[in-house]
């Protein structure tokens, strides 16, 4: 399946969670040539403008310990009560074998360092980590620890 002509996902296989607000999906970005990840919110009560500006805050949001927001966009859908609903969909950066700081085996003061200075960041940019938890937390193949989840 292409979506939006340019992020190309199978819904069967490229599954990978299914969240509070999200479902998640593996994608690959043909413009690009790189894979990214895929959130199709599905319990946000935000007005369409108000998803718009979250989503550009974070866009512009750079950070070492932050995933990375890199397109967001939204699309109009009747339901089966004949109801229009907006589909808003969020594409983050890949994170290559991300494990859960739960299973990583690094030093716990560079990732509490790490973790802390995602957050500090975010708070600089009038932005909030509003389900920090470890599972909200990967390490990368190469112990570099992220956020995810934050801003929305």
Same mark, same amino acid.
């Given at each position: 399946?292409?979506?939006?002509?340019?992020?190309e996902y199978h819904?069967?296989?490229?599954?990978?969670?299914?969240?509070?607000?999200?479902? =998640? #999906?593996?994608?690959?970005?043909?413009?690009?040539?790189? !894979?990214?990840?895929?959130?199709? *919110?599905?319990?946000?009560?935000?007005?369409?403008?108000?998803?718009?500006?979250?989503?550009?805050?974070?866009?512009?949001?750079?950070?070492?310990?932050?995933?990375?927001?890199? !397109? *967001?966009?939204?699309?109009?859908?009747?339901? #089966?009560?004949?109801?229009? !609903?907006?589909?808003?969909?969020?594409?983050?950066?890949?994170?290559?074998?991300?494990?859960?700081?739960?299973?990583?085996?690094?030093?716990?003061?560079?990732?509490?360092?790490? =973790?802390?200075?995602?957050?500090? #960041?975010?708070?600089?940019? !009038?932005?909030?980590?509003?389900?920090?938890?470890?599972?909200?937390?990967? =390490?990368?193949?190469d112990g570099q620890?992220?956020?995810?989840? *934050?801003?929305?």
């Amino acid at each position: 399946m292409l979506l939006n002509n340019r992020y190309e996902y199978h819904p069967q296989t490229d599954f990978i969670a299914d969240g509070r607000a999200a479902k =998640v #999906y593996k994608a690959f970005d043909t413009h690009t040539n790189q !894979d990214v990840i895929i959130k199709f *919110y599905h319990s946000l009560s935000l007005l369409s403008s108000a998803f718009a500006a979250n989503m550009n805050n974070i866009k512009v949001l750079q950070h070492e310990n932050l995933v990375q927001l890199f !397109d *967001y966009f939204e699309f109009e859908h009747i339901n #089966y009560f004949g109801q229009i !609903d907006q589909i808003r969909i969020g594409v983050w950066e890949y994170v290559e074998s991300a494990k859960t700081i739960n299973t990583a085996a690094i030093d716990a003061e560079i990732a509490a360092r790490s =973790v802390l200075a995602g957050l500090q #960041y975010l708070h600089e940019n !009038d932005c909030q980590h509003l389900d920090l938890n470890p599972n909200n937390v990967l =390490v990368t193949t190469d112990g570099q620890v992220k956020l995810n989840n *934050y801003g929305i």
